[in-house]
Nanobody
């Protein structure tokens, strides 16, 4: 069982930056792939970024590529999502998710554990 807790969300002006964090409870956190998804009001959940167990592979949605960087520190059981150049369309609840599958995936139903989410609002 893995418990995930997100933090770092908030209100930011367009063009600003936020660093989201995902803290995991599992001592075997390094055996999980981790991803960020987001959901805006009235919209479907959307993949944002993913990182493999050893940080060897990363995936990004086209909508955030070049503006976001996902990283992890397995010694601290944390994953970060650095978001720069934020736009109003980035406004959403951001969720951290963990998967123990073999292959890093962008598909939400492959992720076994989810956090409660952190709100990101981009507005002037």
């Amino acid at each position: 069982q893995v418990q995930l807790v997100e933090s770092g969300g908030g209100l930011v002006q367009p063009g600003g930056s936020l660093r989201l964090s995902c803290a995991a409870s599992a001592r075997t956190f390094s055996s999980y792939h981790v991803a960020w998804f987001r959901q805006a009001p009235g919209k479907e959940s959307e993949f944002v970024a993913a990182i493999s167990r050893s940080s060897g592979n990363t995936y990004y949605a086209n909508s955030v590529k070049g503006r976001c960087t996902i990283s992890r520190d397995n010694a601290k059981n944390t994953v970060h999502l650095q978001m720069n150049g934020l736009k109003p369309e980035d406004t959403a609840v951001y969720y951290c998710a963990a998967a123990k599958g073999v292959v890093l995936t962008t598909t939400s139903d492959r992720y076994d554990y989810w956090g409660q989410g952190t709100q990101v609002t981009v507005s002037s």
